[in-house]
């Protein structure tokens, strides 16, 4: 017998609002919509997920010491030129790479989940581009 495979022709939009919510809890379910893991056509080497707008961004939560013992890395590739950006200040600056940098982590390393990681979208405020694909609004 064959394994028969399904791919979903139409994804779904849904909207996430991260006010007040914790970083880790919200990357974790914003990453079960992206790569498909509530429907019951999950493959993990199919792209079944659907498009998920999360809204907000800058008023995420992080427990505990978090805001100042948490850095983010960026590195240019010469000798000394890493630099070493605290999570408070990531989160003043560019909220919305908090967001994307959780979910990036907590997906596989190939080429599948950087298809699966451009369908999401983060916005640090309230508004966004997205109205004209109908988001679904989903409480976590």
Known sequence: MKTEFRKEENPRWYLIDAQDMVLGRLATEVVKILRGKNKASYSPSMDNGDFVVVINASKVRLTGRKLTKKMY??????????????????????????????????????????????????YGTAEHPHSAQKPELIKL
């Open 73 to 122: 890395y960026t590195h240019s590739g010469y000798l000394g030129h890493q630099k070493a950006i605290p999570a408070g200040v990531q989160l003043a600056q560019h909220p919305e790479r908090l967001i994307e940098e959780a979910v990036k982590g907590m997906l596989p390393k190939t080429t599948l989940s950087r298809q699966v990681f451009s369908k999401l979208k983060v």
